[in-house]
């Protein structure tokens, strides 16, 4: 019988080969972890969806805050509930809000963190969506202005970097006209600059409060079958001087990433949703899959595809497991 004389088992022949040549390879800077800060005093209320996951109190979301930063994972990126919500959000916006106050609490006792805020209104609105209605339907412009109100006072209360995900358009460019007018030219932008209207959000949805009470988000978020559309939303942030580009969600939506890395040069992060999140601890839950393995193995695949950054609740158990080898 005849073998070819290159046989690409004799790489694979034992964990230290295989460790050697290995491509991809994920550690804790790869990481940010999310998280859900509540109204109220001494609250610690587990997501039904998502075992281990939490809608936290201040207090309680500082402490967990410093277990990420002793990992050594280098980013947060906080979702607020607040205590009331009305048409246009303003609480998203208000100088003594949920997000503002966590964003302070955390920099004044983690100066070293890299604190993101979630720049959307969606959790704030009595209605649930992403911005101001009239007539039934988002009005983008006057959302935009809300939306700059809101980067703008998540920055003054000491944020490192926004992330707007509403997926109104101009969005980035108005944020960061307002940045750069009020002296803070230096913050970055991570813009959602790909986030497609996918079912696999549900769990966030009970976690953050923040399903719409009317309708869907398929007029501003993107439609899961398209492809090409994904390079044209990227290059317009890119054009509007997005700091970092996001794809959420990430497992379904893999070939959108690698489009991305192959033709863009910024740096790139995705979104590991919810519902992704949901579906691997079910599954593990009921003893169909090893869970740890899995995790590792999805989460490596987000990096292959040409993620730089994970946006993850997986991210504290993946970086324990690293950790112990």
């Known amino acids: 019988m005849f073998f070819p004389a290159y046989r690409p088992r004799r790489l694979r022949r034992n964990a230290s080969l295989r460790r050697m040549i290995r491509e991809t390879a994920l550690s804790a800077n790869d ?14 209320r587990e997501i039904p969806s998502m075992p281990g996951i939490f809608q936290q109190s201040i207090e309680h979301l500082l402490e967990e805050a410093r277990e990420v930063q002793d990992l050594g994972i280098p980013a947060v990126m906080l979702f607020g509930l607040p205590e009331r919500k009305d048409a246009e959000g303003s609480d998203a916006y208000a100088g003594d809000g949920i997000i503002q106050r966590t964003v302070a609490t955390l920099k004044s006792a983690l100066p070293e963190l890299t604190v993101i805020t979630d720049v959307c209104l969606c959790e704030y609105t009595d209605h649930g969506h992403c911005g101001v209605i009239e007539n039934g339907d988002v009005d983008n412009d006057a959302s935009v202005a ?16 926004v992330a707007p995900s509403d997926m109104m358009d101009g969005r980035v460019a108005a944020i960061r006209e307002t940045l750069d007018a009020n002296d803070f030219s230096h913050i970055p932008i991570m813009s959602y600059a790909v986030k497609y209207a996918s079912g696999f959000y549900g769990p966030f949805r009970e976690a953050a409060g923040s399903a719409p009470r009317f309708g869907d988000r398929r007029s501003y978020q993107m439609d899961p079958a398209n492809r090409r559309e994904a390079l044209r939303e990227a290059t317009l942030d890119v054009q509007e ?85």
């Open 31 to 44: 990481f940010i972890y999310p998280m859900f800060s509540a109204h109220g005093h001494n609250l610690r």
């Open 146 to 161: 809300l939306l700059a109100a809101s980067a703008l006072s998540h920055v003054r209360a000491g944020a490192d970097m």
């Open 241 to 325: 001087c997005a700091d970092l580009l996001m794809v959420k969600p990430a497992m379904a939506y893999l070939d959108i990433l690698r489009d991305l890395r192959d033709r863009l040069d910024l740096p790139l992060a995705a979104y590991n949703v919810s519902g992704e999140y949901a579906m691997l601890k079910a599954a593990a839950a009921n003893g169909w899959i090893d869970h740890d393995r899995v995790m590792l193995e999805l989460l490596t695949g987000i990096k292959r595809a040409g993620a730089d950054l994970i946006i993850s609740y997986h991210a504290k158990e993946a970086v324990r497991l690293l950790q112990t080898g």
